[in-house]
């Protein structure tokens, strides 16, 4: 499928990312400039099972220097990952009535193993040839690591499809607040000018947490949090984190801090604490911004977690509202922007600019796979 700039694409984004709750799945159409339609976003959940060979697999791929390399069991891990999407991929298109003809392109972020760009390292699992043979659709795919290798952070990439979503809102300066495995946040200044960079975890920290102590997947609407107790100097201690210094861009990794901090408290504290390091790491985050939001607009996961979000509002202080309540699904927008910057990618456009990412120059990425 070969179209021009201008013209009107039908793509499929798929997004995994950092956490380990399973593959969402969207469709926009698009010319890579504005949107022009958007399908309801759904979400195919990983087995327990399957986490547990993630959870190996992340800690196996700590060790990676080579961001090709797939020892011991990440080949195997990075070909079942893949054929887990083309089923998604089925599912969605049979679920929705979608021919899969009508879609032009696919947009592929495969699962985040292990980001240091400070070593221009990222990895993410996902065979993008072998996903197109089986979804006999064009993908792109590895959209992070053309910036990497130019010196950005890699992250964060949907920076520019906020923008495109934002449109609409009066407000500014305006922000969305990503609520995934990491938070991160996109300011949108009054002329466009954008500023992204991770603010630090989101939910990955809790769903670890709750994992480990109660056996759950994630603290359902923060209600483990909400029969807990924040630890202030623990917080405080995480927040002493060098990362929390740097000047944006900057990204983190999904394993950046250690739970070891809060391993001698109950479920309900260390739920409670982690959810405020969380809110007090983006009310910090807001220092390094040239001046304050006036809307906060928060997506990901993260934005079901009631207990944090409360904390988010009451340590920024600033108005907070849903996705939602623009007429955006909260829990499509990251598989969105994988679809609208793989259009980007076909076209030649920009994906990671300078207030992004840090990379020099507006720079484009993504690899190209055919179905033939």
Request: charged residues 20%; aromatic residues 6%; without cysteine.
């Amino acid at each position: 499928m070969s179209k021009r700039e201008g013209e009107v694409w039908r793509a499929l984004g798929l997004m995994s990312g950092t956490s380990l709750d399973g593959i969402d799945v969207a469709v926009i159409e698009t010319d890579g400039e504005k949107i022009y339609g958007r399908s309801h976003a759904a979400t195919y959940p990983y087995s327990e099972a399957f986490r547990e060979k993630l959870r190996a697999g992340l800690a196996e791929a700590a060790t990676l220097t080579d961001r090709g390399a797939r020892p011991g069991r990440l080949r195997m891990l990075e070909q079942y990952l893949t054929e887990l999407h083309a089923e998604a991929i089925s599912h969605y298109l049979t679920d929705h009535e979608i021919a899969p003809e009508s879609i032009d392109l696919v947009g592929f972020h495969g699962q985040t193993v292990l980001h240091r760009p400070e070593a221009r390292l990222t990895v993410q699992l996902g065979d993008g040839a072998l996903l197109a043979r089986l979804a006999g659709r064009p993908v792109v795919y590895d959209l992070r690591a053309a910036d990497v290798a130019a010196g950005g952070q890699g992250a964060p990439l949907a920076p520019v499809y906020h923008r495109a979503l934002a449109a609409d809102i009066a407000e500014r300066p305006v922000a969305v607040l990503n609520l995934g495995g990491v938070a991160n946040i996109t300011w949108i200044g009054r002329d466009g000018t954008l500023i992204a960079f991770d603010t630090g975890p989101a939910s990955a920290m809790i769903d670890d947490w709750v994992q480990t102590k109660l056996g759950k997947p994630f603290d359902a609407d923060g209600r483990i949090a909400a029969g807990g107790a924040v630890h202030e100097s623990i917080v405080a201690d995480y927040l002493r984190h060098p990362h929390f210094a740097e000047l944006p861009p900057k990204s983190l990794d999904r394993n950046a801090f250690s739970l070891d901090a809060v391993a001698h408290l109950s479920p309900e504290d260390g739920a409670a604490t982690l959810a405020a390091f969380t809110a007090a790491s983006i009310a910090q985050s807001l220092s390094h911004l040239p001046e304050p939001p006036q809307l906060l607009v928060i997506s990901g996961g993260g934005r079901r977690n009631d207990t944090m979000v409360a904390m988010i509002a009451q340590r920024t202080g600033i108005d907070i509202q849903h996705a939602e309540d623009f007429g955006i699904d909260g829990d499509g927008v990251e598989a969105e922007a994988w679809a609208f910057l793989a259009v980007r990618s076909a076209l030649g456009l920009p994906i990671t600019f300078p207030g992004t990412t840090g990379v020099s120059g507006p720079l484009t990425g993504g690899v190209r796979a055919d179905p033939a």
